[in-house]
Structures are given as C-alpha cells and as structure tokens.
Nanobody, 119 residues
Framework: QVQLVESGGGLVQAGESLRLSCAAS????????MGWFRQAPGKEREFVARISKSGGSIYYADSVKGRFTISRDNAKNTVYLEMNSLKPEDTAVYYCNTVLGITPVGGSWGQGTQVTVSS
C-alpha cells in the first residue's frame, strides 16, 4: 500500500526558511519521479517542484524558482523541499506524490503539512 507522509511544516515569518520531508513507502521509490504540490485555502492544488528518479533532472514552478530546492535520498525513500525566502503567498498545505512530468499520478495523497508564512 502506497503511503506518503509529509512533515516539517510550521508557522514562520516572511523571509525565513523551512525544510519539508516526504517519507514514502509501498512502492519502489528509486524508480519513481517525485513532485511537491501545494494547496492554498480556496484554491486548486498546484505544482511546486519535481525531481527525476536519480535526481539528475529538476523542474520548478516559476513562483518558487530560485527560492525552493527539491532533493531526494533514495536510500531513505525520502524527498525534501528546502524553502528559503518564504513569502505570505507560499502559505498552503504541501503534499508530495509520484509524478509523470508535473502531473501527479499516485492514486492517493498523504495528509500534507501546513506551511504558514506571516508578513
């Protein structure tokens, strides 16, 4: 059974940093491209970043480019999102999932982790 457990969120002030983690199980992690997504209140879930199976190919949404860094540790079945220079508009629940391109293809979502950025 696929399980995705996000953690690391919190309440921070604008300009500060957070590091999110997503622990995956139930599938062959090293064979899956992974992505981070977020959903702000009243908005659709949106793509944030994706990383290829080996970590050699990375892509970001324009809104986070230069501030966020996605990485993965295949030995730990974990994908990370380092978020710097946070802005109030980054406030959302953050999720990870397996991806094809920037489209989530996992059949289910984890509980997500709340990131709140105050101005």
């Amino acid at each position: 059974q696929v399980q995705l457990v996000e953690s690391g969120g919190g309440l921070v002030q604008a300009g500060e940093s957070l590091r999110l983690s997503c622990a995956a199980s139930g599938f062959t992690f090293s064979s899956a491209a992974m992505g981070w997504f977020r959903q702000a209140p009243g908005k659709e879930r949106e793509f944030v970043a994706r990383i290829s199976k080996s970590g050699g190919s990375i892509y970001y949404a324009d809104s986070v480019k230069g501030r966020f860094t996605i990485s993965r540790d295949n030995a730990k079945n974990t994908v990370y999102l380092e978020m710097n220079s946070l802005k109030p508009e980054d406030t959302a629940v953050y999720y990870c999932n397996t991806v094809l391109g920037i489209t989530p293809v996992g059949g289910s979502w984890g509980q997500g982790t709340q990131v709140t950025v105050s101005s």
